[in-house]
């Protein structure tokens, strides 16, 4: 009975040592805290690292694919029309949940690094990473609005599909560098790293990014959220102290 027990447990770990990735990500970040200050106009994460292997490299290629995702939120897309000579908001859908900003780098064309079942299982592909269950029934195509959504937050740099961004050397070193842009939201950024051969996954690696606003930008975020009247109060007044510097500047000017 003993002797059973024990091929059985040997047969288990057996197992679970041929499940474990042959290939495993050592990740490196040139910083993992962005920080949003008043004069914030955007920063760049550098992503490098290298691939662990207990085996040798094998002939088949290996891909890289880096993607960062900031927190993510439901919004309603709105479709206008042109009526009677004025744009009007005609249809509207709702989009469950997109993230606030996604980038997705790789080491080749995306088709090629990855195969589509893959990006269904993984939600690699900006497409993908983007939840709309269903849609109301006057809408014939729903679509139309997360391809909106992609386009207006790609014109903003908020969606980036950075392909052949990411070097691969040796089999064994990548790196790529992504840009941030100004108008990021805070929280956490996910940030994942796929190795892939043949466009299929073999290991996954994941961590993230802090991006929080520091100074007089955190003191005016947590003031309109803790005191909304006191907010308003104070950027009304605010923007009265700027009307009436403004007016008396140009007084002096045209006295002078």
């Given at each position: 009975?003993r002797v ?11 197992a ?10 050592v ?6 805290r962005?920080?949003i ?7 760049e994460i550098l992503?490098?690292g290298a ?8 002939k088949?290629?290996?891909?890289v694919i880096?993607?960062?995702a900031?927190p ?6 709105r ?9 009007v908001n ?14 997705v ?18 939600k690699?592909?900006?497409?993908r990473a ?14 139309a609005?997360?391809?909106a959504?992609i386009?207006?937050r ?18 064994t070193l990548?790196?790529?560098s992504?840009?941030l842009?100004?108008?990021l ?6 940030t ?19 991006v ?23 950027s009304l ?13 140009f ?6």
């Amino acid at each position: 009975m003993r002797v059973l027990c024990s091929l059985l447990l040997l047969c288990l770990s057996f197992a679970a040592h041929a499940q474990q990735p042959r290939e495993e990500v050592v990740l490196g970040l040139s910083q993992n805290r962005v920080s949003i200050t008043a004069d914030f106009d955007g920063s760049e994460i550098l992503i490098f690292g290298a691939i662990k292997r207990e085996t040798a490299i094998p002939k088949q290629p290996l891909e890289v694919i880096v993607t960062i995702a900031g927190p993510s939120e439901p919004l309603i897309v709105r479709r206008k029309d042109k009526r009677f000579g004025i744009w009007v908001n005609t249809d509207a859908n709702q989009i469950d949940s997109a993230p606030s900003y996604y980038a997705v780098a790789t080491s080749g064309p995306f088709n090629d690094v990855l195969r589509h079942t893959e990006d269904l299982r993984h939600k690699v592909s900006i497409a993908r990473a983007i939840r709309s269950v269903g849609a109301p029934a006057e809408i014939g195509d729903s679509r139309a609005f997360t391809r909106a959504l992609i386009r207006i937050r790609q014109d903003n740099s908020l969606f980036q599909l950075l392909e052949g961004a990411v070097e691969v050397d040796q089999q064994t070193l990548f790196r790529t560098s992504i840009a941030l842009p100004a108008n990021l939201t805070e929280g956490p950024y996910e940030t994942r790293i796929f190795l892939t051969r043949g466009g299929h996954v073999i290991s996954q690696f994941e961590t993230e990014i802090d991006v929080y606003k520091v100074g007089l930008e955190r003191f005016l975020y947590n003031l309109s959220r803790s005191q909304p009247l006191i907010y308003g109060l104070l950027s009304l007044a605010i923007a009265i102290a700027a009307g009436w510097g403004a007016s008396a500047a140009f007084r002096m000017l045209r006295q002078g």
